[in-house]
């Protein structure tokens, strides 16, 4: 009996980290603002996964993370072509990787508002340092950026979609956690 309890447990949370990862995805595809070249401002993306975070941990917010980059992959690039690919590095950088850390949210998640939130920043900031990072050692050598240079051109570039970003995502993982719905399954 205890090995189908197990077995059940471990095919629900495979489910939901599909199901959340997915729902990011989909959430992905509404973007009411676009830059040029890759980065958005969703209707809230990031959310199902950092939500998944926060009620089953970080090991399963990472996995739906790196699922979700999976699949932010293909929009960004042949439904919605934003985003160049210019190696394969990049292309593991920004999506899998960039994506995974939002699982990150949960590390600090004590069933408060105030923890979910620094929870959602943490997320939220460890994906601006990769994609910082990527501005950095890989786009400036394909496109050498006007006017800000190396090191302030991804700065101000990511942080134009990342802070609304934040913002819609703090705003939606806030009322989530008041309502309850984030204490389901801890």
């Known amino acids: 009996m205890e090995k ?44 199902p996964v950092m ?16 699922l979700f980059g999976l699949l932010a992959l293909p929009i960004d690039v042949v439904l ?41 920043g943490l997320g939220v900031f460890v994906k601006f340092l990769v994609h910082y990072s990527v501005g950095v050692f890989v786009w400036y050598y394909v496109y050498e950026f006007p006017a800000f240079g190396r090191y302030l051109y991804p700065a101000v570039y990511n942080a134009i979609f990342l802070v609304p970003e934040f913002i819609i995502s703090t705003i939606l993982i ?6 309850g719905w984030v204490e389901y399954a801890l």
Do not use: D, N, W
């Open 51 to 66: 939500f998944l975070s926060l009620r089953r941990g970080v090991k399963v917010g990472l996995i739906a993370g790196i």
């Open 4 to 47: 189908t309890k197990k077995a059940s447990s471990k095919t629900r949370i495979l489910a939901e980290i599909t199901v959340f990862a997915s729902l990011s995805a989909v959430l992905y595809v509404i973007r009411p603002f676009s830059m040029p070249y890759g980065g958005a401002v969703t209707l809230g993306s990031m959310v």
């Open 80 to 120: 919605l072509p934003y985003s160049p690919i210019v190696s394969p590095l990049q292309a593991f950088l920004e999506y899998p990787l960039a994506f995974g850390v939002l699982g990150l949210a949960g590390i600090v998640y004590k069933k408060t508002v105030f923890s979910a939130m620094v929870g959602v």
């Open 174 to 179: 806030a009322i989530l956690v008041k309502a």
